[in-house]
């Protein structure tokens, strides 16, 4: 089996590459249309921009010193805060389909590659994600691995970048 290299970066076991970009981008693109499909986001930039609005007239009247207005507004302050739980929880509707899903996906990632170690070696470091593993010798290549990453930092830094990529390729074509 040869060394795979993809722009600067070794796959050391380029099975367990392949397989974690595919499932990262497969839940992110999942994840994305699920949020998008639940959540009116329309209504909840409405009560984002209502809660703002209260917040800068709460501060406006504490930097007048207005105490009626304070007190007026501190009244409004239930329903704002009802606005705030609303919001939250319409953002939260759909991890309550997607983290099962995630959950046991990363089961079975742990479980496929709990004892594999690195699975592709970066040409640079990247904290909390990459590790030198000195003196490990990998069954393809005979070498100690620098800049290793295993499963779950290759899951996390596809997701980050195919979120950011979906994002901006939905944008365009839904105009939001």
Do not use: C
């Amino acid at each position: 089996m040869a060394v795979t290299e993809i722009l600067g970066m070794t796959l050391l076991n380029a099975e367990a590459v392949y397989t974690v970009v595919g499932i990262a981008a497969g839940i992110t693109i999942f994840s994305s249309l699920v949020h998008r499909k639940m959540v009116d986001r329309k209504e909840m930039d409405r009560i984002r921009a209502r809660i703002e609005a209260h917040q800068k007239q709460y501060l406006a009247a504490q930097k007048a010193n207005d105490k009626k207005e304070m007190a007026r507004l501190e009244k409004e302050q239930a329903e704002v805060m009802k606005l705030v739980k609303e919001n939250m929880m319409a953002s939260m509707k759909p991890s309550l389909i997607t983290l099962p899903i995630v959950l046991i996906i990363f089961w079975l990632l742990k479980v496929w590659y709990e004892g594999a170690g690195p699975i592709i070696e970066m040409p640079f470091g990247i904290p909390f994600l990459t590790s030198a593993v000195n003196g490990t010798i990998n069954p393809i290549t005979v070498h100690a691995v620098q800049n290793g990453m295993g499963w779950f930092g290759l899951y996390i830094v596809v997701s980050i970048g195919t979120a950011i990529i979906l994002e901006l390729v939905l944008r365009k074509v839904f105009k939001v």
